[in-house]
């Protein structure tokens, strides 16, 4: 029901836009989360956009450098991904939660809707 879109390899320094598209649920009633699992760790909540209020929240480790929007028609989510970053190197996944806490956004089991994945890798 939900399919992000957009990674691909790109150079340190460099800029992704990460998209999300929901079928079947209108994204519009959900806040919507992504998230990164790079390889032999845990996922982690990156960054989520709340859809009452629209509230944003990021993780420290991209403050400053990933954006998350959403477009007008509330049909898709975008994570811009800025100063990407070899660290930066994971499968990113958007999920959607009908309501979450704010202190408790970055909390993968909360939600439960995901995408599919999209690979992003940061390398010279």
């Known amino acids: 029901q939900l399919q992000a879109c957009g990674g691909g390899l790109v150079q340190p320094g460099g800029s992704l836009r990460l998209s999300c598209a929901a079928s079947?649920?209108?994204?519009?009633?959900?806040?919507i989360g992504w998230f990164r699992q790079a390889a032999g760790k845990e996922r982690e909540g990156v960054s989520c956009?709340?859809?009452?209020?629209?509230?944003?929240f990021y993780a420290e480790s991209v403050k400053g450098r990933f954006t998350i929007s959403r477009d007008n028609a509330k049909t898709t989510v975008y994570l811009q991904m800025n100063s990407l970053k070899p660290e930066d190197t994971a499968v990113y996944y958007c999920?959607?939660?009908?309501?979450?806490?704010?202190?408790?956004?970055?909390?993968?089991?909360?939600?439960?809707?995901w995408g599919q994945g999209t690979l992003v890798t940061v390398s010279s």
């Open positions: 079947g649920l209108s994204l519009a009633d959900y806040t």
């Open positions: 999920a959607a939660v009908r309501r979450v806490i704010n202190s408790a956004w970055h909390l993968a089991h909360l939600y439960n809707y």
């Open positions: 956009l709340r859809n009452r209020g629209g509230s944003t």
